[in-house]
């Protein structure tokens, strides 16, 4: 049941790859309070087809889109007000890929053209989408940035590699452009620090599983899914937030704050 958190909003919704992605609940959850949005992904995901099931349920356009690439930006943003009819409320960035843990390199042998190309699509295209919706005057005046990220940026898990780089880049041009958007129209920038996730991208980390259930005890909530993640996502996106910015929220229930938690040692 929706509160109507969200009426009469209009926003972007990144990475919704198929039912499991974090980016499709929070898509879902959107509607239902009653957002206006348009879903994007890079072109190559669009081809598996399944987020057009997705955009028929909601009732929402899909416009492709590669987040390192300028020109697509550009094209998705013009293009949603368009739609729209007027500017933008929100933006989800639930964009992830690490190059080097798909070709399954060490930590320690890392190739740094593939590292290049992870950060580029894991952390710089968040800066991009926000420098391009700025050029493009394309947010409301309160209106709300968000991405999403892990623990990985502060603290040391070996199998995340790079992607742990990514993250701690990701989350400082959160407070560096969130500075930017404040001052320009008291926009929120922010990113939600989310509990391991069973998701295709969640899953291609080394261990994965066995993490999901460490992290799970570790949690004295559990971990947060992505139902959760969404409801945290559309309080962020609403009216009721609006003074929180520059911030890495942590939606991990409790993991952050914990030293040693017992339930691990049964
Ligand atoms: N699953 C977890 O355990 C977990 C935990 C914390 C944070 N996160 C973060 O949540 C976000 C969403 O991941 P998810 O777990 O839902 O997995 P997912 O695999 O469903 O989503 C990742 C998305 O990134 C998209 N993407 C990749 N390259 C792109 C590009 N060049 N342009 C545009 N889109 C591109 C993919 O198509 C996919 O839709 C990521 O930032 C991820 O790091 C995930």
Redesign the pocket.
Known sequence: MGYGLLKGKTGII?????H????WKVAERCVEEGAHIVLT??PV?LRMGEINELATKLKSEIIP????SLEDLEHLISKSMEIFGGKIDFMLH????SVNVRKKKEYTDLNYEWMKTTFD??AI?FHKLMQTAMKLDAMNQSGSIL????IAAQRTFPDYSE?AES?ALLESFARSFGYHWAKKAGVRVNTI??????????SGVKGFSDFFGYADKMSPLGNAS?DACADYCVAMFSDLTKYVTMQNLFHDGGFSSMGMAPEVLD
């Not at 990144?14 to 198929?18: I, K, N, P, T, W």
């Not at 499991?20 to 980016?23: H, R, T, V």
């Not at 889109?65 to 390192?68: F, H, Q």
């Not at 991405?147 to 892990?150: C, E, F, G, I």
């Open positions: 990144f990475g919704a790859l198929d499991k992605s974090i980016a992904n890079a995901a889109a590669d987040a390192t639930s964009i992830g890929m699509i894991s295209s991405a999403l990220t892990y992607m993250k620090s989310q509990s391991p996730t069973v998701t295709t991208a969640g992505s």
